[in-house]
């Protein structure tokens, strides 16, 4: 299982003409094979922090998601809306449990 965590920056001014566009990227990917979460939030605390969560159920999951049409179009976007500062992180682990 691959789970990628971490952040981007949208200029405030920015986020509701972001919007459509995160919601076609968060509803393309949530229908292909292999994710099983996908998900965009705003920081409650910090304007423009924009929190990334996704779990996929192998790297060749992930490696389809980065070359489909969908994430192509999202990274076009993005210089445009001033969507920069991106810092995520990989973690790969063996398995899982609910608390």
């Known amino acids: 299982m691959i789970i990628l965590a971490g952040?981007?920056?949208?200029?405030p001014e920015n986020i509701e003409r972001a919007r459509p566009n995160?919601?076609?990227?968060?509803?393309?990917?949530?229908?292909?094979?292999?994710?099983?979460?996908y998900a965009f939030s705003f920081d409650v605390l910090e304007p423009g922090l924009m929190r990334?969560?996704?779990?996929?159920?192998?790297?060749?999951?992930?490696?389809a998601h980065w070359g489909s049409p969908?994430?192509?179009?999202?990274?076009?976007c993005m210089p445009g809306l001033g969507i920069g500062d991106r810092?995520?992180?990989?973690?790969?682990?063996?398995?899982?449990?609910?608390v």
């Open 22 to 37: 995160l919601e076609a990227m968060v509803k393309a990917t949530r229908a292909e094979p292999g994710c099983i979460a």
């Open 70 to 76: 969908h994430m192509a179009a999202w990274r076009a």
């Open 52 to 63: 990334i969560f996704e779990i996929y159920e192998n790297m060749p999951a992930l490696e």
């Open 7 to 11: 952040t981007v920056r949208v200029p």
């Open 87 to 98: 810092n995520m992180t990989k973690y790969e682990i063996s398995g899982s449990e609910k």
